[in-house]
């Protein structure tokens, strides 16, 4: 496990976020808030999945979104493959870090990729000896329902680690571990995160958690305190998977650079840019959510006598609760 404090936070908007979107969003405003992102200060980013247009057809315009980003200097992108197809597609764009995805639920994964587990890992392996064959791409795993699932409940430690590490096995060294539907309490993540920095010293483990149930912060500063640098987020709060039942939002990115600014833990990220970024996510998608609370309330602020003199004004204006 990474023992600086330097951490990396993994934008997931435009993947984990638009999946979960009935709107179709141009690819012209993919790209522009992909860009945006990446003027912010991340540098990684999520830029979609490799998916079936059918399964998500938020995706089926991924390889033109990927020219519009590929050549930006300084940023990683990755996107979600669910099979060869779409690694290969993924790899053929330009794209250096393949992410694929399978759940630690079988009746998730079923639902999600309509595919069992054993079959998802025979996936991987083909992907990964089709990569050793010579294609410049790292392979990394997000896998799903980690901390629950709205199926089959909650998952013991043990089942966990032995999912992992079938996927350790493959020389796999990046794998983020997914709070799918919002189940995760802090006290579970500090148990599961050290058992997995316990048992597998050789990889590198993110987190990757959904605010439904208000925990989402407080999960990450407890994988944060046992030793997690990297940490998946979505401007805005958006995202949530299609395929299972109560998905809602991500943590929000604001809020997370928010509470490690704050702490003066270094992101790298400019809020004030990043928040603009956020002006732009209500223009493109404007019946959408925003569940991010440090956008909503503005930055602190005093004004000259030291008062708090309230929230940063957005444009468009806050909507009211009746909009929300
Ligand atoms: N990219 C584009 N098209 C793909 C594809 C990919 N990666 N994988 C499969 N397809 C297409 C096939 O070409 C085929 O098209 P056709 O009917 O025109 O011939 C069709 O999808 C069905 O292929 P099949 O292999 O039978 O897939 P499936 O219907 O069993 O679906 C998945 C399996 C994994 C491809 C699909 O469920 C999927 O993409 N799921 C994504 C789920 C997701 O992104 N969830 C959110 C993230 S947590
Ligand atoms: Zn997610």
Not at 127 to 135: E, F, H, N, P, S
Not at 304 to 316: D, F, I, M, Y
Request: charged share 20%.
């Amino acid at each position: 496990m990474e023992t600086s404090n330097d951490i990396t936070i993994i934008e997931v908007g435009p993947r984990d976020g638009l999946q979960n979107v009935a709107t179709f969003v141009e690819t012209a405003q993919k790209v522009s808030l992909i860009r945006r992102l990446a003027a912010s200060g991340l540098q990684e980013i999520q830029a979609g999945a490799f998916v079936s247009p059918r399964a998500i057809p938020q995706f089926r315009d991924m390889k033109e979104v990927v020219k519009g980003i590929i050549a930006l200097p300084e940023v990683r992108f990755s996107t979600l493959v669910p099979n060869l197809q779409g690694a290969r597609d993924a790899v053929k764009s330009g794209i250096k870090k393949l992410i694929f995805f399978f759940s630690l639920s079988e009746s998730h994964n079923l639902n999600n990729v309509r595919q069992t587990k054993e079959a998802s890992l025979q996936g991987l392996e083909v992907i990964r000896k089709d990569l050793a064959a010579g294609v410049p791409a790292e392979l990394c795993i997000a896998l799903a329902t980690v901390f629950g699932c709205p199926f089959e409940g909650y998952m013991t430690t043990d089942h966990i680690l032995k999912d992992i590490d079938k996927i350790v096995n493959m020389g796999i060294r990046d794998i983020t571990l997914c709070d799918t539907v919002g189940f995760a309490n802090p006290r579970q993540v500090e148990e599961i995160m050290v058992a997995c920095g316990k048992e597998f010293p050789e990889a590198t483990f993110a987190v990757h958690f959904h605010n439904t149930r208000g925990l989402g912060l407080a999960n990450a500063l407890r994988a944060y305190d046992v030793g997690i640098r990297r940490f998946d987020a979505a401007i805005g709060g958006l995202g949530g998977c299609p395929f299972a039942p109560g998905a809602s939002g991500n943590i929000a990115t604001e809020d997370l650079v928010f509470m490690f600014n704050e702490m003066g833990i270094p992101t790298g990220i400019d809020l004030d840019a990043l928040l603009t970024v956020s002006d732009y996510v209500r223009e493109i998608l404007p019946g959408t959510t925003m569940s991010s609370a440090v956008y909503r309330a503005g930055l602190p602020q005093a004004d000259a006598s030291g008062r708090e003199c309230g929230a940063r004004q957005v444009n468009p204006p806050f909507p009211t609760h009746q909009d929300l």
